[in-house]
């Protein structure tokens, strides 16, 4: 696990500086294929880093540490665009008023390439960011974790070695599906906030802000399992509770019109943030040595957050928006809550 985050953060440094060729060649089809570089990186360092969490302690406190990693996740989510932003787009719009006022092909061409050639020191700032950690977290006195010691108990042990496939854990299986679902409507709560939005005829200049105010609600929600995971509430009814409120906001959503109903959207944010952390170790309890592919199948769910958001585009524009929405949510929400009380238990 300690070499596959360091792998990941290596992979990721890989895709940033293929943004240099992307750039000085204005090709669509490099940035693609840098984004798709960096997703492997994400995907191989989440499936480290994630059970390297959730058993370097006690299981039953894992939700409270990723929560921590949540905090982190979503900080960086808030800033990074700020920032990125404030050097690449400064003056964007100026610039891309000359572009279209430009007549003379040289003139434009140059002028696109400046604005292309914008992106090339954030990116290569970001590729040796990502190697140095990756070196220092190769070199780091981080423990290197036996899942097959760690995460499987005396009474289950002879069981789990029994094992031959990783399809023989069925609560592991139901789990993968339920990240599938709870990405989807994460996404949808945090992404597709914009579209439910302007669907109400809301204007740019405000909808714009809608992203950011799930977001603050997720990390209130983190703050909350960090100081009751698991002193007050085990990570199961931390993910039983955040399924209920779920439901609860978006049929809120559904009843209502307007900011009123965006609010209760923004507000599902605050119901999400302890799904990935209580999910995640519950589904890979007790796996032994297969933790580490147990875990890539749970990070092969996140596809759900790039599934239902793309359902929810599509049927909007044949069926009201707010009935796709709940259509869509609501079944999910109802799927986190089965894992949450009987799913996690099934052996």
Known sequence: MKMGM???????????????????????????????????????????????????????????????????????????????????????????????????????????????????????????????????????????????????????????????????????????????????????????????????????DQYKYFTSFTLASMLVGYLIGVFTIPKYISQEKALRISAVVGIVLTIGAFATKGYVSVGFVAALGLANALMWPSIFPLAINRLGRFTELGSALLIMGIAGGAVIPLLFGYLKSTINFQLVFLALMLPCYLYILYYATRGYKVR
């Open 6 to 204: 360091s792998w990941g953060l290596m992979v990721m440094a890989i895709g940033a500086l293929i943004f240099i060729p992307a750039a000085n060649t204005r090709s669509f089809g490099l940035f693609l294929t840098g984004l798709f570089v960096q997703g492997m990186g994400l995907a191989l360092l989440q499936t480290a880093s994630n059970p390297y969490i959730s058993i370097i302690g006690p299981i039953e406190s894992a939700a409270k540490r990723i929560s921590i990693m949540g905090i982190c996740n979503k900080g960086a989510g808030i800033l990074s665009p700020i920032i990125l932003s404030s050097i690449v787009l400064k003056n964007a719009n100026e610039l891309q008023d000359k572009i279209n006022a430009a007549t003379d092909a040289v003139a434009k061409e140059n002028l696109l390439n400046e604005l292309a050639g914008r992106i090339i020191y954030p990116y290569i700032v970001m590729a040796v960011v990502l190697f140095i950690l990756a070196l220092m977290i190769r070199k780091s006195p981080l423990p290197d974790i036996d899942a097959s010691e760690v995460n499987a108990d005396s009474t289950d042990a002879k069981n789990t070695s029994n094992k031959t496939s990783i399809w023989q854990f069925p609560h592991l299986l139901l789990g993968v599906l339920c990240i599938f679902v709870y990405v989807g409507v994460e996404v949808m709560a945090g992404d597709a906030i914009g579209i439910y939005g302007k669907s109400f005829g809301i204007p740019l």
